[in-house]
């Protein structure tokens, strides 16, 4: 069961990340302009595609087998295994996208592509370390590691109020990045002992738990190109409809959501997953949704809905007053936001569940039919209209959550009672 304190220390790490990106974001806009940010978070969709296919894949697995490990030569075994693969398929990810590089929607320099995807990589590392202590347990060593990680932010804010250029500004967060990966680097080679077996031995015991990581592949690769690759699509098809200002203002609203929409998911996964797993195809398991639903989606609604009652406040504090969308927009893009929450507990029954496939299936009908509905609906495209699409793509996500969950439920009802 995951302590009070755990609990305290993995909100704490998400909090580091929010006011990090919310500074950030705070200080571009100042420095820059609405363009900036946008074409910043362009840039950081480049470095969550190459480093998500490891960290939604292959690091979720080493978690999930830290967690069951007997033997402390079990995980430093895996540990091994689970960096060798993930940084495998980071590069595989990273050399496709500089082959592509020119066909990327939004980017046309290969030099910026090169700097996102190499910050992609790196990103790797510290990712291992973070899987590896949240497989035992250790979120406050994770919270450290989080506040050492805050100094890319920062680095990269500092660069800006200088008047770095964007190709300054990811080169910064390249640098700071490496500096960070280096450490971290030696620390798992440590962890891992990678001096304490003979070659022979070492490649004979990593080959049986490499073989166990490759079953997460196919999952980390459907999920982390869905919402990265599907994130450039969407700022790059608003881009060619309005304008890169107007993708600014969206992306300014959709960070301020972020603050109640990464707290829920933490909520979900962090103390409601283990509920779930444990009662799943029990009579518990209905009320464990139904408490986890009290708990979650009635205070995400009031938040939200104080976010909306103050959006004009809120983004030119966040951001600055040239930041601003029409009160259609915010309501539409919000209560989106809340349905998106309400289809994720409903996704974390599904994990739960073990339905990889179902899961799988769902992710299209989330950002990859926003980015379809987007592309097909361009003509006379506004922001109203975006957030609407935004609200429709996430009422169908939330069906098939919820239809896939109940349809597993009554399978493992009907199994039970045979």
Known sequence: MTSIQSVLAAFGIILVDLVGRAGLDKVLALTGDPTMVAQWAQLQSVV????????????????ILIARACYASEERNLLGAAFKLGMAVSLTVALVLLL???????????????????????????????????GKHQQKRMLGLALLSSAVLVSVAVAARVGLSLRGLVLVQCIVLAIIGSIVWNYLGKLSGRNMSRAGDARAVGTGYLQKLMKFVPVGLAIGFMSPISMLLIRGTLADSLSWSEVGYLQALWRSTEWV?????????????????????????KQEMVRSGVI????????????????RALIAALYDVRFEVSNETAALFILGCWIRIS???????LFSAHRTRLIIAGEVLSLPLYVLLLWLLADGMTLERAALLYLASYIAYLAFNAIALRYSSRKISIACGQ
Request: charged share 5%; net charge positive.
């Open 100 to 134: 592509l590089a020119g066909y990327l929607r939004g980017q046309s320099k290969v030099d910026l592509v090169f700097l996102a995807v190499l910050a992609g990589c790196i990103t790797v590392i510290p990712a291992t370390l973070n899987a590896y202590w949240l």
């Open 343 to 349: 289809s994720w507990l409903f996704l974390f029954g």
């Open 296 to 311: 979650v989606l009635i205070p995400a609604a009031f938040l939200l809905l104080a976010i909306f009652l103050n959006q």
């Open 261 to 285: 929409t990464a707290m829920s998911a933490g909520a979900l996964s962090l103390v409601f997953l283990p509920r779930f797993s444990a009662t799943y195809g029990s009579d518990r398991f």
């Open 48 to 63: 969550e595609l190459v480093s998500s296919v490891a960290l939604a894949g292959v690091l979720q697995g080493l978690t």
